[in-house]
């Protein structure tokens, strides 16, 4: 082989050694000088609680007047004006509305012309009565004697009949018109529309002007509602475990006294007055299988007003040695629940539980952890089972921030 060829032949051997060596260069795994492994990865933990704790229940509850009485016409006629301010508080025997009551008052004008005329009447009556009656005295005597006739005697005697019958008669009149005119004044009272209780009067349904009648609509609506009812429902089997942790009619009533009733209104804000229980309904609905409830609410300032909603809540039961977590750390998959637990080894563990009621912002656990244990607070769904982790205490205060 000539040199030449040689030296093309060496070239080209030395490039192909370069090529495979960038090759085998480039599958190799690359470390960096001084890099160590990855460390594990830090979650928050917190231990399982245990302590007795409050069960609240919680139900959908709207509002309702203590009281609420629709003002009505009683007679008919146009109105005329109107007396309070729609919404305004008003008290008992207040003027809302006033009926045109010139109708109303020449009824009464008249009949208290018919009651004098009726007077009149019995005392003219009396008067011949009277006459009539001297007639029998004077001629009972001389007819005695037969100093007058029998006839006469007769004829008086009659006539005085027929004059304490005329006096009957005037005095079933009198009654007639006295009653004429107390219905006249009755309806003449009507014509002013009062408020019948102390409360709020709601809109106006009927305006100036507008003709009435008993078959009318109400014009206006007045509710109480300084204390207000608030009406929610129970499910039956709610009601029933209530009732029967109370056996007797006396420790039912004072169970019934001592509950106590908490407002959340619509706002999420919680409402700072107390309620009461107040009655439950007499039986149990048959398409929803629940109890209508009402509870009792102070509402100074009227505050609260009828047709509103809120949440109604009320501890009905201690749970005792409960084991609590936050609700942040259970995850819910396909209808179950889940927690990771942090093992000795600081290995994660994925572990399917029970939950029981709500309690705040944490879950009863009713089986599945044990006092004590460590749970991944949240983010659980990221870490897989086996898992080695850095726990960390879990800062609630900092998470609600």
């Known amino acids: 082989m000539s040199a030449p060829l040689k030296r093309t032949f060496w070239i080209i051997a030395a490039l192909c050694l370069i090529g495979i060596g ?6 190799r795994p690359k470390h ?19 302590k007795d704790v409050p069960i609240y229940g919680e139900w959908i509850g709207t509002f309702d007047g203590l009281v609420n009485a629709d003002v009505r016409a009683q007679v008919t006629g146009y109105l005329l004006k109107q007396g309070y301010q729609e919404g305004a508080s008003v008290k008992q025997g207040q003027l809302l509305f006033q009926i045109d009551p010139r109708p109303f008052q020449a009824v009464v004008d008249q009949s208290e012309g018919q009651l004098a005329q009726a007077r009149a009447q019995l005392e003219n009556a009396e008067a011949v009565q009277r006459r009539t009656e001297l007639d029998v005295n004077r001629y009972t005597p001389l007819a005695r004697e037969q100093a007058a006739s029998q006839q006469d005697l007769d004829n008086s005697v009659q006539n005085n009949l027929a004059a304490k019958a005329t006096v009957a008669t005037a005095k079933a009149q009198i009654k007639t018109a006295e009653a004429t005119l107390e219905t006249a004044r009755i309806n003449l009272d009507f014509t002013r529309l009062v408020a019948p209780i102390d409360g709020i009067a709601g809109q106006a349904q009927l305006q100036v002007g507008a003709l009435v009648n008993p078959s009318s609509g109400p014009v206006t609506s007045v509710s109480t509602v300084d204390p207000i009812k608030v009406y929610f429902t ?6 029933l475990a209530w009732r029967k942790r109370f056996p007797s009619e006396a420790s039912r009533l004072e169970a019934d006294k001592n509950l106590r009733l908490q407002l959340i209104l619509a706002d999420g804000s919680t409402y700072p007055h107390v309620g009461t229980f107040y009655f439950a309904d007499r039986q149990v609905n048959e398409s929803t299988g629940a109890i209508r409830i009402a509870g009792l609410f102070p509402n100074p300032g009227n505050v609260l007003r009828p047709g509103g909603y809120a949440k109604v809540r009320a501890v009905i039961r201690l749970q005792r040695d409960a084991l609590l977590v936050p609700q942040r750390a ?5 209808g179950g629940y889940e927690v990771g637990v942090v093992d ?18 944490q879950w009863v656990i009713a089986n599945g952890l044990s006092r004590g244990e460590q749970v991944v607070a949240e983010g659980v769904q990221k870490l897989r089972p086996g898992t080695r982790v850095n726990p960390k205490p879990f800062d609630a205060e900092a998470k609600d921030r």
Not at 32 to 50: I, L, N, T
Not at 344 to 361: A, F, H, L, W
């Open 32 to 50: 960096v000088e001084g890099a160590q492994s990855a460390s594990p990865p830090d979650v928050e933990v917190v231990a399982v609680e245990q």
């Open 234 to 239: 129970v499910g039956e089997p709610q009601y």
């Open 22 to 27: 960038l090759i085998i260069a480039a599958m």
């Open 330 to 334: 259970v995850s819910e998959l396909q």
């Open 344 to 361: 000795g080894d600081k290995k994660v563990i994925i572990r399917t539980v029970s939950v029981g009621d709500p309690v705040g912002t």
